[in-house]
């Protein structure tokens, strides 16, 4: 029950700072947006003039991303024992999908925020080279953050189907379908299905699926749902 709990807090965090991701969001100016479209000047001036809702949003993700790893190691105790192969595969590959996740974003604001205090004052040259060199990616596609991180939540999903509804289920694929979204978004240069997958994932079905799941753990004992 202990462990439950935990794992429930876990949830009620994720929740939090995913939609604080979901709304910052859409209050960064969007030259700060690069994601889809590659950096350019004005996203490290942008950065430079203002970076509150930069700093905001970077940090939220972080913080998201290794509560998701709690949560994740807390839902496999809904599974009913022996727990598919393929859902401990799944679940490997959403663990690091989140700790790349995690990892990228603090390298990302940490190369803006040093490089945006001192870019208004470099040369034309200097500047192109560094846009030209971009941020510091370990997950360039989102493959691993967003990619890796949906198989998981769909594997999910499917396998608690016949223990806990069909509401909980249809919530986690759907977040998974916006969560690629964001992939093929960062793959493809498409900013409006990046907008599409924060706004709608981050802002409203990942915190949703976050608490509801945090309540179930919550509740959880002796390996029932009450």
Not at 1 to 28: L, P, Q
Not at 87 to 105: H, K, M, N
Not at 163 to 191: C, D, S
């Amino acid at each position: 029950m202990k462990e439950n709990r935990i794992a429930a807090i876990f949830a009620f965090v994720a929740a939090g700072a995913v939609m604080t991701v979901g709304v910052s969001h859409f209050t960064m100016p969007r030259a700060q947006i690069h994601m889809a479209t590659g950096v350019t000047p004005a996203f490290f001036e942008s950065i430079a003039a203002d970076s509150v809702s930069f700093r905001i949003h970077y940090w939220a993700f972080v913080v998201a991303m290794l509560a998701w790893t709690g949560v994740v190691m807390g839902c496999r105790r809904l599974i009913a024992a022996p727990r598919p192969l393929s859902y401990r595969v799944a679940e490997v590959w959403g663990l690091a999908g989140l700790f790349v996740a995690a990892i990228d974003f603090a390298l990302m604001q940490s190369k803006a925020l040093s490089v945006a205090a001192s870019f208004g004052g470099l040369d034309a040259s200097a500047k192109s080279a560094i846009v030209a060199a971009g941020l510091p990616r370990l997950d360039p596609t989102g493959l691993f953050s967003f990619g890796l991180v949906g198989v998981w939540l769909v594997s999910f999903s499917a396998a608690i189907r016949r223990t806990l509804g069909r509401a909980i289920p249809w919530l986690g694929t759907i977040g998974a379908i916006l969560y690629w979204w964001v992939f093929l978004g960062t793959l493809a240069h498409r900013p409006f299905l990046v907008d599409v997958g924060a706004g709608l994932g981050g802002a409203i079905v990942a915190p949703l699926w976050a608490v509801w799941m945090g309540a179930l753990l919550w509740r959880r004992r002796e390996g029932a749902i009450s």
